[in-house]
């Protein structure tokens, strides 16, 4: 069975830090490129970060310097580890995996900064 299966999400004070992470099953991880997206209430889906299978990084430029993607094969987990964290961060994150042919998407997670 393919499954992304997204955790770590929860509430955090302005300026706090979490670590989501992406656990796949199946035979979708190691050679695919794996991302980050979010989507806030009301907003698209966004891209927040992604990795590909051999390790190149890109970020969206609101979360540069201040979140990191990355993965562990051996573990077929992904994670992003988010530091400095805004009010405006506030979204449910999803994992995605992709290759040509195929895409899966996690459930998502809720980050929610707040006071």
């Known amino acids: 069975q393919v499954q992304l299966v997204e955790s770590g999400g929860g509430l955090v004070q302005p300026g706090g830090s979490l670590r989501l992470s992406c656990v796949a099953s199946?035979?979708?991880?190691?050679?695919?490129?794996m991302s980050w997206y979010r989507q806030a209430p009301g907003k698209e889906r966004e891209l927040v970060a992604g990795i590909t299978s051999g390790g190149r990084t890109n970020y969206a430029g609101s979360v540069k310097g201040r979140f990191t993607i990355s993965r562990d094969n051996a573990k077929n987990t992904l994670y992003l580890q988010m530091n400095s964290l805004k009010p405006e961060d506030t979204a449910v994150y999803y994992c995605k995996s992709s290759s040509i042919l195929t895409t899966y998407w996690g459930q998502g997670t809720q980050v929610t900064v707040s006071s």
């Open positions: 199946g035979s979708i991880f190691t050679g695919y490129a």
